[in-house]
């Protein structure tokens, strides 16, 4: 897997691009329809990001998708900086801060294994979704710690293995239904249709295999990587960090109607991780 792959793939599929109709070069509405739907199903982030002090912090964020996050930390006070993988991203989140006119320091397109700041500029990096699409993560929090002051501080969000989602729905519900449809032959079209091509392609086995199966149950069955975190996992990934305080939300693991149970804190998708340079 290599990182030009990653960035085709995400410059193609921007970031929750589908599931608000697309962008239609109107960006005003795109963003309202957007934000709308990003926080209605994901209310937990603003209250998650209202518990952190961003206020007269320089602050960059890593992977941007449509500069949602981007605003609200503005709006909480960060001196904000952004880097995203992809151009489209970048163009984006750049007219969505001109159209709101929200001051910033820098925004460029870059990779996080060789981020284009010096050192020592941050107090806080913060990456919501993105550092577990990354292969090389360790190369990626080495230059995180590097950008970051002594003391500094890494928010990130990733994708929980101990989750309904990774244990329940992607490792057997989808598993076992891909089995049955590839078996019976049957293709009742949408993402089944991708999925099932992913598998006479790659080999039915190899692709039901959960360290491949997990890639293509996370953003969509093209998506080329993605990886679940546990705490031991996070601290073997993330070696130039200390884990401060940790906590999950989202009940999130479709096609389970679970997204009201009471259950998020225990089993949710999105693993909130807060951690200081060593």
Same mark, same amino acid.
């Given at each position: 897997?290599t ?15 589908? &599931?608000?109709?697309? @962008? ?5 509405? !795109? ?5 709308? !739907? ?7 982030? %603003?209250?998650?990001l ?17 500069g ?17 993988l ?8 750049? &007219?969505?801060?001109? %159209? ?21 500029? !941050?107090?806080?990096?913060f ?11 360790? &190369? ?38 891909? @089995?049955?449809l ?38 969509g069955? @093209? ?7 546990? @705490? ?17 939300? !989202? ?28």
């Open positions: 897997m990182e030009e792959e990653i960035r085709q793939f995400w410059n193609a599929h921007p970031c929750g691009d589908h &599931q608000v109709s697309g @962008l239609n070069n109107d960006y005003e509405k !795109f963003f309202q329809r957007y934000d709308a !739907f990003r926080y209605r199903k994901e209310a937990h982030i %603003l209250d998650c209202d518990k952190i002090d961003f206020r007269n912090k320089r602050v960059l964020e890593i992977g941007l998708g449509q949602a996050d981007s605003e609200q930390l503005i709006r909480r006070g960060a001196i904000w900086s952004g880097v995203d992809t151009q489209e991203s970048v163009d984006r989140v750049t &007219q969505r801060l001109k %159209l709101r006119n929200l001051p910033h320091e820098e925004l460029v397109r870059g990779s996080a294994l060789s981020l284009p700041f010096s050192d020592g500029r !941050f107090d806080i990096v990456s919501h979704g993105v550092l577990h699409h990354i292969p090389e993560v360790r &190369q990626a929090q080495k230059e995180i710690a590097r950008v970051l002051k002594p003391g500094g501080d890494l928010i990130a969000m990733l994708y929980a293995r101990r989750s309904l989602n990774y244990w329940l729905a992607i490792g057997l519900i989808r598993r076992a239904g891909l @089995l049955m590839y078996a019976l032959g049957i293709n009742p079209g949408g993402v089944y249709d991708q999925h099932l091509k992913n598998a006479h392609t790659r080999g039915l086995w190899r692709y039901l295999k959960i360290r491949n199966f997990v890639h293509h149950n996370t953003d069955p @093209l998506n080329p990587y993605s990886k679940v975190y546990d @705490l031991p996992t996070v601290r073997a990934d993330f070696p130039d960090f200390t884990i401060m305080q940790w906590h999950q939300e !989202f009940m999130h693991a479709p096609p389970l109607p679970v997204s009201r149970l009471p259950l998020a804190r225990a089993l949710g998708w999105h693993l909130w991780v807060h951690m200081k340079r060593k």
